[in-house]
């Protein structure tokens, strides 16, 4: 029998009943105690990513239990309804076909389309690259949430395979001083902006396209044709704008999986075709590994599972992304919006209001440097926090050479041993008595040696999984990015919710544009005291 939402499986009720019996005593250190093959039991090889699980508050009977549980919500069925393309985004009457974008050629669904718009949009970045020919050195990319997060979390992280000599900018923000910095690094002839916006309405989006317009014709940019294109859905909306070249996409591209299509133009300028052709190669090879390995050893699915017990069972409200490579700095806020928007709902596909917690709060900062901010809070906080790490084993320092080579590779090896003994750390942790046997020099001598070693001890059994890549290549990107995807596409189908709609930004946008008349003419009429008196101040 299959159940539309996880709460109705008898293997919901199965694992209330594990975690009051075992789970919430479940302790990490004597899970490794007992059993020396935990690593070999719990790490998993997906393509490109390496998946070390084995530090988390999971079991044989739990996890035997999540599989139930999988398998009552349909999970596979609704797997393969994303796959062949049917209308899962049923609020808005849509496929969801992120995973056709990245099909080689013949496969998956609309494949003759999707060919060739990549390879019109391939041939464009080319040209563009050519700098000889196209006289471009700036790119600036306009565009904001999935037509900005993805694309430029992927050009920074692969900053290694971007050719010299051309720069790409982001410009997000409808704060006026995110375009202002980047426009006085720019010449106009030899600039190319990119307007990336699925559905061209985007306020944000709009605004910072409009200033870029109207600084070019101030520098005397004439050839608007030749300096403006448009990634988008709605093309007719671009070209209203007054772009003639635009690169159009489906309605069943999600604007958060949209960077496979043509708003990951910035992208293919900034790393190449070929290179592009290898990220897509690479989110493939783990579609494939999502749709086809056995649910028991397919990754997405595992750590899916793992997110269901820790937040529904556990009570965890939160994860943290920690990824040890200076060029993923921006994956936690590329996650945040892949997560938080596809899996931030509170009703399920009927519209009944939810009893269970959904999408947790995802935040991180690349590592080490979230060690010297927030890690004190996950080592001795009140709240127990998963951490996921992300490591990568062979760095890419470019054209390093000599002492300054063998300074950096010794800095990676400090990044890595870092990484290792956080995770260490939080499931280790120091009793009170392990404390108590260390000298502590730095410790007040006025306080006795009991309250110094309480303030000293770590409680551990603090869970973390490690992702491992061998490189940062587009192959292994590609790869760690959809398992993220299908990681969250996992959670919503047990939860029962669409994953892939976000009604929840629209509030906040109709109230802009109702306010935004107010704050010229001050008319508070019918607005809460504090909105008037906020609108009052401003305009004082
Ligand atoms: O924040 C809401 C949202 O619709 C996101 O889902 C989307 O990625 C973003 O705005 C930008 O939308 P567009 O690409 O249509 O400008």
Redesign the pocket.
Known sequence: MLYSRCDQSPAWAGLQDLYLAQGRGFDLREAFAADARRFETWSFQAPEVFADLSKNRIDAPTLQLLLQLARDCGLEAQREAMFKGEAINHTEGRAVLHTALRAPAGQGLFSDEVQAALTRMLTFAESVRDQASSGIRDIVHI?????DLGPAMVVQALGAYTQPGQRLHFVSNVDGHDLAAVLPLLEADKTLFVI???????QE?LANAQAAKAWFLQQGGRDIARHFVATSSNTEAAAAFGITTAFGFWDWVG??YSLWSVIGLPIAIAIGAEHFRALLAGAHAMDEHFRRTPLERNVPVLQGLIDIWYRNFHGFTSRSVAPYHQGLRRLPAYLQ?LEM?SNGKGVDREGQALPYGTSPVVWGEAGTNGQHAYFQMLHQGTDVIPVEFIAVKRPNHGAARGELAERLADQHQKLLANCLAQSQALMQGKSVEEALQEKAPTASKTLGPLTVARHRSFPGNRPSSTLLLEALTPRSLGALIALYEHRVFVTGALWGINSFD?WG?ELGKALCNSLLPRLASGDATGLDGSTAGLLAKLRA
């Open positions: 565009g904001i949430g999935g037509s990336a916006s699925k559905t061209f309405t985007t989006t604007g958060r919006q928007e976000q930004v």
